[in-house]
């Protein structure tokens, strides 16, 4: 034998090529096309967020303190940042859609009958494990939308018969979600589902070689002359490039959202899952009280077990969708009722925004910074149902647990202690800050603090809970921020000082101040309209000594400087 | 069987399309990767003191001083340690060394006794100076720029002591 003119073209083939022609060279039944693309661009799709999920991992961090941070550094700071994180929030999203298209491509040819009924179940698992992807993805940002969704999709799982109370523990690696949530959350995300998933598709492939791709059900197994390689990839990966191209465009043109960072306090959020929980959310809202657990559970669990199982419940051997009228029409009132379900929770949750909205625009009429004259002015004796007035105070303090969070054993960081806030703040500023919290303080980069006080959206009047709780914090004094020199009325000179002072000691270098300065400690504009001089003289004699564990620089300052200092931020409302 | 011309064009499609895929996403994605090759961290400036002081010691001093050091999203205050050495030739009357040893990053301590910096690990011998005498360093500690501000003394800590 010489040469090579005798080998055929199959022995000249290079390894990869023979390896992905001898695996899928396969040959296609007639009939068989674009629309079998879904399970292709599944897999592409399922490429692209293992791509960018594992880009994305390079700079997250799963912890409650950093997870926001991070997410915020990753789309400020990292190189093409926003744009990877743009392609995996959409890709989510297009998975979804892609996956619901592959499910009624798969029901209307009758896929899943037969000798394919495993493909099927296993198909069911891949599609549990896509809806995991989605609710474990969710929280991972850590900003109010991630925070409250989740809440909400635990507590649902809570609300399941018998087991409830033990899964919501399991799911939120404690009482409730939180810090210790988010680790279990990303090892589910990153780790566990991506190693299932993987194992699954596998399997559903192997399933698929086996079986081969479902003949149209007029052509049944006469050949096309096409085989699954070239023929069929060639289709898929064109689509799949334009998937990806789509994916580019939108994260380009819309990037993913990331919110305000995750606030367990805050009262005026309506939380709203990932689109595709909407449908089960509204399914939620329709059975509520003792009937909950319907929808809750029952109903999804009933209608999952049957999707599962359809194999087994239509006995129908026909797979010409003009024979199968009962179940088309089933599957199609299904489909029917979940996007409905999905529009509709779609729209009442955006009623739910308004009301809240309007609720909250009604209960605080007071806009920050406007000196509010109706509420008791500074005159401690002033109000003859002062005493009533603060007892009530007390309640609504205790009611609306302020410590749990300016507690003595509750103190987190930013969060300022209340033990004497009669003698820290002025009474007009408490209740306007009451009535619409702003943020005075911040964190070094300038973003807003990992706690924020929320807004309790009080009632301004009948009953005047503002003027309660500024009375009862009005009782809370310390004698320690009573200097006699203060009792004084301040000299222009001493106000001038202190103006000097404010700029010999760089006070700007931690303070915002006429909007220059850093702001690394609490703002200082109109801190004359919310510090008393008195505690402003004291922090600044001591203030490690008045606020325990503070950032604020002792200088060391005599009494006089001090109260120079004080005297000038008084004048600054 | 379709004829091999039409073949080999659908395959020579899905490698395009294969190819058209993998640089839509992967240069971003490098560029995503690589960036902390593309982004630096400045310096940082510490006080060390007030300058006349140090530069009236007779020995090199060691200052331990406090400072925030950020790194990408984190931020915390770290403790540091420079060693502000008397030098009449230099501006301010002092310079200031690390205390990182070029051999192998261990921290160096002034030896009164033989009038050097002696590093713990590998016995190795810096002079004041900070150039390598004796022991497995090849490379002088590394000297901070420094500036005087008000009477004080500013030393600049490099992207890495930060």
Redesign the interface.
Known sequence: VTGTGGATQREREAGLLKLLRGLLAYPLPKGVGWSQAFGGLLLASFAVQVVTGALLALYYSPSASDAWESVAYIEREVRAGSLIRGVHHFGSSSFVILLVCHVVRTFLWGAYKGKRRWTWVVGCALFACVLGFGFTGYLLPWDLKAYFGTRVGVGIAGSAPVVGSYLERLMAGGASVGELTLPRFYAAHAVILPLVTVGLVALHLLLLRVHGVTPHWKHGYAGSGRLFYPHQTAKDTALALLLVLVLLGLSSAFGAPLGERADPQNTSYVPRPEWYFLGAQQLLRLFQGSFESVGSFFLPALGAGAFVLLPWLDRNRERDPARRRVALSLGGAVLVSIIGLTVWGHFALDAEERALAERIAASAPITPGTPVTTGAPDDPEAAPDEAALAERGARLYRDLACDACHGADARLDGVPSLAFEGSVARREWLRAYLAHPTPIRYDWTGGPLLVRMPDFALKGDEPDELGALVAHLATRTDARFAFAALEQPATDAEIETGRRLFDDYDCRDCHVLGGEGDPLGPDLDRVGARLLPGYAMALLLDPEGVVPGTAMTDFALTEDEARAIARYLETLK | ??DPTR?GL??A??FV??A??AV??GL??A?????PL??RGGSTWVDLGEVTALAASEMPIAVRFRF?S?S????SSKPGLLYVVPDAAAEHGVHVLSPICTHKGCNVAWAPAEGLFACPCHQGRFDAGGAPVSGPPNAPLARSAVRVDAGHLWAELGEAQA
């Open positions: 069987m379709t073949r659908l395959e499609s899905i399309s294969g058209g895929i839509a996403l971003p994605g560029a995503f990767l690589c960036t593309l982004r925030e950020s990408g999203y984190t931020s």
